[in-house]
């Protein structure tokens, strides 16, 4: 649960949130070689001189960065936004929110305005090859799925085959359905409409057997149904996108800083370190200089994050499937399946470098 505090007339958000962080390993860090972090010189020095990280983000995004009516922010990038300021200062609440749209998001990154854009940003081409902003790392995976009644009886979408689907006409989704369709010899009759809501619409009327979206946005979707358990989401994705937070590409330290932030927690999962057990695992280690507590110790020196934060951030959020879990997952309202938002060594997308 998190709560809105008043400090020094900046706004601070504090509770469960926060990503580990662990920095490229060598064998001259496992020795204790010392090296210089650049970053340090940049945001990193910005950000403690301010006393608080400044977060670009969403106020309407469900499970990812949102605002309720009494001022409580929550959200897979809101815990991220957490993480960044609990490495670098030590604490969760110093970080401040700031709502952008579209329009102004990477302006603000580029002018210094905000030290991270962290909402639910697609990684494409056109963004990447954008002047001074950088993707820090893929946070979330998502692609197109369909929603169907499980009356019909269909599992799988290899199914759907000369299937009614509603679609907005001339959409992304509906070019996606059609090569979803024409890649598998399968064909489907398309029941257009100009607008979202006419979608719903006739998804209700039963105009139509399945209808098509992002998966979140048809999660959200079956949620607000009446008749909510009679919906599914089939399990196939298709034309997966990955998205993630930005930062300004002048300062490639403060890229990797935040990227490291992200591969430790999918770390943490695949060594199965959570909120609840992470005493016994450290105990258990001992002073193995070769673990990831005795690692990520050392790393966090280089790199100039406060003592103690790798332990400190996975007691505030445990690992990536238990981030996931409680913002978007079985424990959220949104409840939607964790498909590729998984380690690869789970069956999923998510890759973290090697501890070597």
Request: charged fraction near 25%; include cysteine; aromatic fraction near 8%.
């Amino acid at each position: 649960m998190t709560w809105l505090q008043q400090v020094s007339g900046t706004r601070f958000l504090s509770g469960v949130g926060g990503f580990l962080c662990l920095g490229l390993l060598s064998s001259g860090l496992l020795s204790g070689q010392s090296t210089a972090f650049a970053a340090e010189a940049d945001v990193h020095e910005r950000i403690r001189d301010r006393g608080h990280v400044v977060c670009g983000t969403a106020n309407d995004e469900m499970g990812f960065s949102s605002v309720s009516s009494d001022g409580e922010w929550s959200g897979l990038y809101i815990d991220l936004c957490q993480a960044i300021a609990i490495a670098v200062l030590g604490d969760d609440r110093a970080v401040k929110f700031v709502p952008l749209v579209g329009t102004r998001m990477f302006g603000s990154l580029r002018d210094g305005k905000i030290d991270v854009l962290a909402r639910n940003t697609a990684w494409t081409a056109s963004r990447d090859l954008q002047a001074n902003v950088s993707f820090a790392g893929t946070f979330f995976y998502d692609g197109k799925s369909f929603l169907i009644r499980k009356s019909s009886g269909i599992l799988s979408a290899l199914e759907l085959s000369g299937a009614d689907a509603c679609l907005i006409e001339g959409s992304l989704t509906e070019a996606s359905v059609r090569r979803y369709f024409s890649k598998r010899g399968m064909k489907f009759n398309s029941k257009p409409s100009e607008t979202w809501t006419e979608v719903l619409e006739n998804y209700k009327k039963r105009t139509c057997l399945v209808l098509a979206a992002d998966s979140v946005q048809l999660s959200i979707l079956r949620n607000s149904l009446d008749d909510k358990d009679e919906h599914s989401l089939l399990p196939e994705k298709f034309e997966i996108d990955a998205f993630g937070p930005y930062v300004s590409s002048k300062d490639d330290d403060w890229r990797k800083a935040v990227a490291w932030i992200i591969h430790a927690l999918v770390m943490a999962e695949e060594q199965n370190i959570t909120r609840n057990n992470i005493s016994d695992m450290q105990k258990s280690v001992g002073k193995n200089k070769r673990s990831i507590f005795a690692i990520a110790e050392v790393v966090g020196k280089q790199m100039g994050f406060v003592e103690n934060w790798f332990v400190k951030m996975i007691e505030a959020t445990g690992h990536y499937g238990e981030v996931f879990e409680r913002n978007l997952g079985k424990g959220s309202a949104i409840n939607l399946n964790r498909g590729p938002n998984r380690p690869v060594s789970l069956g999923g997308l998510l890759r973290a470098p090697a501890l070597r």
